[in-house]
């Protein structure tokens, strides 16, 4: 079975950012008025570093999201 779950999902008034782990891929989900984008990654990190040449993410989505994905990694990490 291929079991997809949210690792991260940021909201802002300019779009919306996720973060989904499945078996041996991330999937790097972002979205806004009038623009998508869908991609893979091999890891976490890659999907991260990716979103930094997303058309249309502009510099607040892009910092709130990486704040949110430190934050969920930290709280992961704790448990």
């Given amino acids: 079975m291929n079991i997809i779950r949210h690792f991260s999902d940021t909201r802002t008034p300019e779009g ?7 078996p041996n891929r991330v999937q790097l989900v972002a979205e806004g008025k ?11 990190e890659e999907a991260a570093n990716f979103l930094a040449v997303v058309p249309h993410i502009t510099p607040c989505p892009y910092e709130q999201t990486l704040s949110d994905l430190e934050r969920r990694m930290a709280f992961n990490g704790a448990s």
């Fill in 34 to 44: 009038g623009w998508q984008h869908q991609s893979n990654h091999q890891s976490l």
């Fill in 16 to 22: 919306r950012v996720r973060f989904l782990l499945a």
